[in-house]
Antibody, heavy 117, light 111 residues
Framework: QVQLQQWGGGLLTPSETLSLTCGVS????????WSWIRQSSEKGLEWIGE???????NYFPSLQRRVTMSVDTSKNQFSLTLTSVTAADTSVYFC???????????WGQGTRVTVSS | QSVLTQPPSVSGAPGQRVTISCTGA?????????VHWYQQLPGTAPKLLIS???NRPSGVPGRFSGSKSGTSASLVITGLQAEDEADYYC???????????FGGGTKLTVL
């Protein structure tokens, strides 16, 4: 049973960099894309981007200039970095496994990120 | 403003049938991209409920079903139960946005 455990985030001040990591247990990174999705009451669910085991990446265009995703196959984990955060980045962030045209089938527990001065 | 449009809320009594719509456009559902549905209980992560328009992942009760036609999709819940009270989201891909997009979510209340 594949499970995702995420960590990082918390309280940030504007202009800081958000860093989140997601560890995959019970399975491999290979063969899937791994996404980050965030959820806020203002914007609802918002896809941030995806990465596969070999580093292939796709980012949501409106966030592209601030987002970097990376993967560490030796640790079976992947990460998100979001620079220059503002209050608009306040959300619950989820790491998620994506099964191509079959949807997002496994979700992490979510991490609340608050950006406030 | 979400790319996919859902009604903010629906309600029904136990045992009844409810339908949640998801309206898209030619740039997403109308192009042929699959539609997926998620159920989110309070304080938890979304759970994949319907995959690729009509498929139920293992463990999802048969009272949940999905369909797609043209630029829209629907989630139907029959034999409504109290435990179905949750938020429901549709999701697809959009060519204009160049990414995965979600509906704004529908809150289901079981009366």
């Amino acid at each position: 049973q594949v499970q995702l455990q995420q960590w990082g985030g918390g309280l940030l001040t504007p202009s800081e960099t958000l860093s989140l990591t997601c560890g995959v247990s019970g399975g491999s990174l290979t063969g899937y894309y791994w996404s980050w999705i965030r959820q806020s009451s203002e914007k609802g669910l918002e896809w941030i981007g995806e990465i596969n085991h070999s580093g292939g990446r796709n980012y949501f265009p409106s966030l592209q200039r601030r987002v970097t995703m990376s993967v560490d196959t030796s640790k079976n984990q992947f990460s998100l970095t979001l620079t220059s955060v503002t209050a608009a980045d306040t959300s619950v962030y989820f790491c998620v496994r994506q099964r191509g045209e079959e949807g997002f089938d496994i979700w992490g527990q979510g991490t609340r990120v608050t950006v406030s001065s | 403003q979400s790319v996919l449009t859902q009604p903010p809320s629906v309600s029904g009594a136990p045992g009844q049938r409810v339908t949640i719509s998801c309206t898209g456009a030619i740039t997403n559902i109308g192009t042929g991209y699959e539609v997926h549905w998620y159920q989110q209980l309070p304080g938890t992560a979304p759970k994949l409920l319907i995959s690729a328009n009509t498929n139920r992942p293992s463990g999802v009760p048969g009272r949940f079903s999905g369909s797609k036609s043209g630029t829209s999709a629907s989630l139907v819940i029959t034999g409504l139960q109290a435990e179905d009270e949750a938020d429901y989201y549709c999701q697809s891909y959009d060519n204009n946005v160049r990414g995965w997009v979600f509906g704004g979510g529908t809150k289901l209340t079981v009366l």
